[in-house]
């Protein structure tokens, strides 16, 4: 009886943390359908702002920039945060602490103080534009992959990548066919994991990007004063929706893949 | 001692990542120095650093700590029943919970802030469905709270993951061992997750808590321009008044009272856990 009541104010506990979570989410997706430019007045049930959304030539140029920039950075940020990782667990106990503490730095830092720090820096030698973004969110997302990356090469079986070289595999060809398939998991979530951050980035972007650039966040955020249009409304649902169904895809499809010895490991 | 040689070779892979970290941390911080210990002529001075204790600048500050603190802790307190309550349910479930917590994270989050603001305001959402249940209508538009319950919003899922993750690698059978030993579930709970929580709980604090304290935005679109954070004050030193110099300098303060209140709290983290942030 005590277990059933306990698991029944988890549940409700549970039920109203989801609540808060999605009450704003539930207010921009019932916008989106709103037949009203006003954002207390309900208007009635409409796809318009879906319709508009594709011919606003200025929502759709953010858009590109903001998944350009994302995609740029994260793949930057892999292979110069990869590389990195490799090095820095090989170095000497003292190295490695001071290359770690330089990792943490960015994330530690304020995001304003990171923005300001590396605008004050990029107007010395270059205009600010959609390269001084991207430099700036490369560095932010840096450390997101070496961290991600860094747990697996502990757990990673260095013996195997000593026994492929002492069998005549190069350096490269060994790093490919044994380390990689090892780190797979661990560059994977830290691409995604810094493909998100330079996603969702406002106040850095704000600071570096200049005039003329802008990614969602920045085109949102000045059009705060004015008023923000429908049509952005439109074009959050749809990137929500398409996120949802791509974690719900990611997160329930390979289960049923799973071969059994793995399953066994799982559920021991 | 040829493995070592080999093992010295790899460390060159992180050559590029040296580079980068000296081109895009460390001068970029050397600059923001050089301009908050220079006036606007360019001679030394400390003026810029000290000015955090100008009384417009210590009331921003003071409200920024305020504000960070009490959201800080109101999310550890949110987190840990949220977190015991997942515990209860079976793994496939626990995973669902997990990934309905963290996709809010994928919608902008200016629109999200800006959706709360509809929700809070005088003749919103929630003062709508207030009267409608014959309950007096709050005024939390343009208030403190107002800009609380944005903060608290936007970085509870930060401080959940990690206790969640700590929580989770706990040894079952520990906890088995407790309750056997007599321990009631209060006692489990204080005597033994929550002590060994700590890591994940340390991780939730300084990434809830530095975004809290620096953010400008949010006070933007629910203090309604008129209640300002430190963040804000920092911003318009850019933007509106155009004084970098005293711009860098709050920042500097900003980032050595952010700095060195974090090296206090993660002091008596376990070596080698610090660098986990997730």
């Known amino acids: ?268 | 001692m040829n493995k070592k040689k080999t093992i010295n070779r790899r460390s060159w892979l992180s050559a590029p990542y040296v580079v980068w970290v000296v081109g895009f941390t460390v001068i970029p911080l050397l600059v923001i120095f050089q301009y908050a210990l220079t006036s606007r002529d360019g001679v030394f001075t400390l003026a810029n650093i000290t000015a955090i204790f100008e009384p417009v600048h210590l009331k921003a500050m003071l409200f920024s700590l305020e504000i960070a603190v009490g959201c800080t802790i109101i999310c550890i307190l949110l987190s840990y029943p949220l977190v015991m309550a997942m515990r209860r349910l079976n793994m496939g479930r626990q995973g669902f919970t997990l990934f309905i917590l963290i996709l809010p994270m994928w919608m902008n989050f200016i629109l999200r802030i800006l959706a709360w603001q509809l929700i809070l305001s005088n003749n919103g959402i929630l003062n709508f469905l207030l009267q409608k249940i014959g309950l007096a209508p709050l005024s939390l538009a343009n208030t403190g709270t107002a800009i609380m319950i944005g903060v608290i919003y936007d970085y509870l899922p930060y401080m959940v993951l990690p206790i969640f993750n700590a929580v989770n690698e706990i040894d079952e059978d520990i906890i088995e061992a407790a309750k056997d030993l007599g321990a009631n579930s209060l006692t489990v709970f204080l005597k033994v997750i929550l002590p060994l929580s700590v890591p994940g709980l340390l991780s939730g604090i300084v990434m809830v808590f530095v975004p809290s304290m620096t953010s400008f935005v949010i006070a933007d679109v629910l203090g309604g321009g008129k209640l300002q954070l430190i963040g804000n004050v920092i911003e318009q030193e850019f933007t509106k008044s155009a004084n970098w110099n005293m711009g860098s300098g709050l920042s500097v303060s900003l980032m050595l009272f952010v700095l060195i209140s974090m090296a206090f709290t993660t002091k008596n983290e376990t070596e080698g856990k610090s660098s986990t942030i997730w």
């Not at chain 1, 850095?204 to 004015?226: C, D, P, Q």
């Open chain 1, 1 to 268: 009886m005590v277990e059933r009541v306990k698991d029944f104010v988890s549940r409700f506990y549970l039920a109203l943390i989801i609540l808060f979570l999605y009450a704003p989410i539930a207010v921009l997706i019932v916008l989106s359908f709103n037949d009203s430019r006003s954002r207390v007045v309900w208007g009635g049930f409409t796809l318009h702002w879906y319709q508009v959304l594709f011919s606003n030539r200025q929502i759709m140029e953010a858009l590109g920039t903001t998944i350009l920039l994302a995609l740029l950075s994260a793949a930057i940020a892999m292979v110069i945060g990869v590389l990195a990782a490799l090095g820095i667990q090989a170095m000497r106990q003292r190295g490695f602490q001071v290359m770690m503490m330089f990792t943490n730095i960015p994330m530690l830092n304020a995001d304003i103080v990171t923005g300001i720090a590396l605008m004050l820096w990029f107007v010395r030698f270059m205009p600010l534009g959609f390269t001084s973004v991207l430099l700036a969110h490369i560095t932010f997302n840096i450390p997101y992959v070496i961290l991600s990356v860094m747990p697996k090469i502990k757990q990673m079986n260095l013996s195997i990548y000593e026994a492929a070289r002492d069998l005549g595999a190069n350096a490269v060809y060994a790093f490919f066919k044994i380390m990689l398939p090892q780190l797979l998991s661990g560059i994977v979530a830290g691409f995604f994991m810094a493909f998100t951050m330079s996603m969702d980035d406002f106040v850095i972007t704000y600071f570096t990007k200049g005039a003329g650039v802008n990614t969602l966040s920045t085109m949102i955020y000045g059009e705060l004063k004015k008023g923000i249009k429908p049509e952005m409304y439109a074009l959050s649902t749809l990137i929500f929706v398409t996120v949802f169904a791509l974690l719900l895809a990611v997160n329930f499809l390979p289960k049923k893949k799973e071969r059994p010895v793995e399953r066994m490991e799982r559920e021991r």
